[in-house]
């Protein structure tokens, strides 16, 4: 499956963004999407992710209550909505695919062969 992200840019602390990864390839709705970023010189870290069918989500604890994750496989598409933001929330954003069953497992990484290009987000304070 291949996977493009969409939707980063700058903005002020306390605005929003919508991030949008878009799959192509194989059957969308059998993966698992997660949302991961990486900040400079650091690792790859988990942001949120969407079951297969949508109907559940896991989120990181430094995103809860601000992110949203969302996913419409009709249009393979999973959005990423992110409201007040910080400036610790600055870093590339990535989204994976992976098939994964358990979805409280599915916060690393090495979970998700499939991989989009990044999108920057950049926060200023």
């Known amino acids: 499956v291949q996977l493009q992200a969409s939707g980063g840019g700058l903005v002020q602390a306390g605005g929003s963004l919508r991030l949008s990864c878009e799959a192509s390839g194989r059957t969308f709705s059998n993966y698992v999407v997660g949302w991961f970023r990486q900040a400079p010189g650091k690792e790859r870290e988990f942001v949120a992710a969407s079951r297969q069918r949508g109907s559940t989500a896991l989120y990181a604890d430094s995103v809860k209550g601000r992110f949203t994750i969302s996913r419409d496989n009709a249009k393979n598409t999973v959005n990423l909505q992110m409201n007040s933001l910080k400036p610790e929330d600055t870093a590339v954003y990535f989204c994976?695919?992976?098939?994964?069953?358990?979805?409280?497992?599915?916060?690393?990484?090495?979970?998700?062969?499939?991989w989009g290009q990044g999108t920057l987000v950049t926060v200023s304070s």
């Open positions: 994976g695919a992976g098939q994964g069953v358990i979805l409280s497992r599915m916060g690393f990484p090495d979970r998700y062969p499939y």
